[in-house]
Structures are given as C-alpha cells and as structure tokens.
C-alpha cells in the first residue's frame, strides 16, 4: 500500500535553513503537502505541490519534488523559533481522492 | 478562515463507556475525515465521507463508527471504550467536487481521548 516516511527530528540553529525530507512509495501521487503542526493546535497546510512541478517557492519555504526518485523537500530559509513545530508530509493520488495519506511528521527543534 | 471545530478536547473516560467525539465545519465542505495519531507515529485514515449519508472505512481498522446525516456534522462514536482506543482523534474536511482545483484539508484541533 501507500507509504509516506520521514525522519523523525531535526534541530538547527535559529537563523539557518532547515530542510525536511520524505519519501512516498506511490507513484499515482498528484498532490503533494506540507502541513505544520505547532503544540496543543491543528494541522495547518503549509504549501502543496502538483506532480507535474519541480520547485515551488513562498517567501521562506521552498518544496522541492524529485518524482524519480519520489522524494518530497521542504527548506525554510531563516529559521526562528516560531517555526518549532512538527512537520507533516502528505500525498493524494488525483483530486478526486478522498484519503491523504500522510507521513509521521518530523518534529523540528530550533537551537539558540 | 477555517472554521472546524472538535469537541472535547481532552477526554478521560473509564472502560466500557460509550462515547461520541464531535466534529462540525461551517465552510459546506463535502468530504470529512477522521484521522487516529499515536505519539510520534503517522496519522491513519479511520473513516471518511463523500456527503451525507456517505461514509467509508479508511485505511486503518477502527471499532469506532460514524454517521454523516448533516454536511456540517461528523461524529465518531465508540460504543465500548477500551484502553487499546487511547490516541488523538483529528478531524478534517475538504471541498468535494471531483474537478475542485481546491487540495486543501482543514483540521480541527483533535480529540485526545485516553481510556482508563
């Protein structure tokens, strides 16, 4: 079946960029997501990116798509420490879809 | 803005209790999920609907079940609570046409239910 995996913790310096990783195992995947998760609150969308897009860029947050290799990036440029959160990779295979399959987050912790 | 909402927040209930974890959105979104989170796991598609009067099973098999009989509303209901059902509950929904250029899914805050 469908599998989203991701490294569980990163920890950078405030001020550095971060880069969070996943990889999806399927192929039919369309859309593919960010979402943050910040203590005691919702998941919140970040960004998406269509499958026929390599790069997509939103003021700090760059995704970066590898389709080859299925591998989903995404680097926050200037990293502070409101970005402390934990990191959702997601897939939906078309738009019709109705489940998102999602990764286990990466917690990401900034150090001073 | 986002507006879907989860009731209770934190519940502690003994085993064998029925309980019913609520979820409403006002933005007349067709399409509403029920995601299971353990702690620094995955999240698992238990259940999700179409529209009213649609639901499906997701990928992870839940005892829970649920019931779409107002778009605005999608409560999980346990009839027998046990330990082994300890976790977050998270509810989202989407906009649902099948062309929508919409990808969002909005979440409510989730339910964390512990059984004793």
């Known amino acids: 079946g469908e599998d989203v995996e991701q490294s569980l913790f990163l920890s950078v310096r405030e001020g550095d960029s971060s880069v969070i990783n996943c990889t999806y195992t399927?192929?039919?995947?369309?859309?593919l997501y960010w979402y943050k998760q910040e203590p005691g609150a919702g998941l919140q969308l970040l960004t998406y990116i269509f499958s026929n897009m390599d790069m997509k860029q939103d003021q700090r947050l760059t995704v970066l798509l590898n389709k080859k290799d299925k591998h989903l990036s995404l680097r926050i440029a200037d990293t502070q420490t409101g970005d402390s959160a934990i990191y959702f990779c997601a897939e939906k295979e078309d738009s019709s879809a109705s489940k998102i399959i999602f990764g286990s987050g990466t917690r990401l912790s900034i150090r001073p | 803005e986002a507006d879907i909402y989860q009731t209770p927040r934190y519940l502690v209930i003994g085993t064998g209790k029925k309980i019913t974890l609520e979820c409403s959105q006002t933005m007349g979104h067709d399409k509403m999920y029920w995601y299971q989170q353990d702690p620094g796991m995955e999240l698992h598609l238990i259940h999700y609907s179409y529209g009213v009067n649609s639901t499906e099973k997701g990928d992870l098999s839940s005892e829970s079940t649920v019931s779409r009989i107002r778009t605005e509303h999608f409560p999980l209901t346990l009839e027998s609570a046990r330990p082994s059902h300890t976790s977050q509950y998270l509810c989202?929904?989407?906009?649902?046409?099948?062309?929508?250029?919409?990808?969002?899914?909005?979440f409510g805050q989730g339910t964390r239910l512990t059984v004793v």
């Open positions: 989202a929904s989407s906009e649902g046409q099948a062309k929508a250029l919409n990808t969002e899914a909005f």
């Open positions: 399927d192929s039919s995947s369309t859309y």
